[in-house]
């Protein structure tokens, strides 16, 4: 069974823009090579994570979260932060439920077109992506445009903690 039809979730040459910028996009700091690797664990976790959410087929579904979780601690944890924009507020902890709710926010949305505001800042053991994105809320048709932030933190070179703060936002009818 089909989680979500590949046309519908986003517009998938804004999310190649998007994922094309991140790889582009120098860091805001200077940092040393051994952090470069926490930007390269991202900009491989994204794509794979949106053609898990998007795979049809629950076997193939399932073999492609494998490998995405495998880059996560196993008590990882998701915590978006917005008390105003449903379904996006919330907490996960651990891989399975982070995985469900990373799920469950990509099938609240159509038309995803998310952007990189500016450069990425890549700490010690933190990268946090500074974004714009807009799209359509599944449950209403209301488009949406929020900006906020995304930060990952690491252990041990895995995501242990993922965090979107929406900053602002706006739904327009």
Request: proline share 4%; with cysteine.
């Amino acid at each position: 069974m089909c989680l979500i039809t590949q046309t519908n979730i986003m517009n998938q040459p804004a999310v190649d823009q998007y994922v094309d910028n991140l790889k582009s996009c120098p860091p805001s700091t200077d940092v040393e090579n051994d952090n470069q690797e926490l930007m390269a664990i991202i900009n491989r976790q994204l794509p794979l994570i949106i053609a898990a959410v998007k795979e049809c087929d629950s076997t193939q579904r399932s073999l492609k979260w494998e490998s995405i979780v495998t880059e996560w601690t196993e008590d990882v944890q998701y915590v978006c932060q917005s008390d105003t924009l449903e379904p996006f507020g919330g907490t996960a902890t651990g891989r399975n439920d982070v995985r469900k709710k990373i799920e469950q926010n990509f099938l609240a949305l159509e038309d995803q077109r998310p952007e990189v505001l500016k450069a990425p800042e890549i700490g010690s053991n933190s990268v946090t992506l500074h974004i714009r994105e807009e799209g359509v809320l599944r449950a209403t048709q209301e488009r949406y445009v929020i900006t906020g932030s995304q930060s990952f933190e690491f252990k041990e070179n895995r995501i242990s903690r993922m965090e979107l703060l929406i900053q602002s936002h706006e739904t327009i009818n």
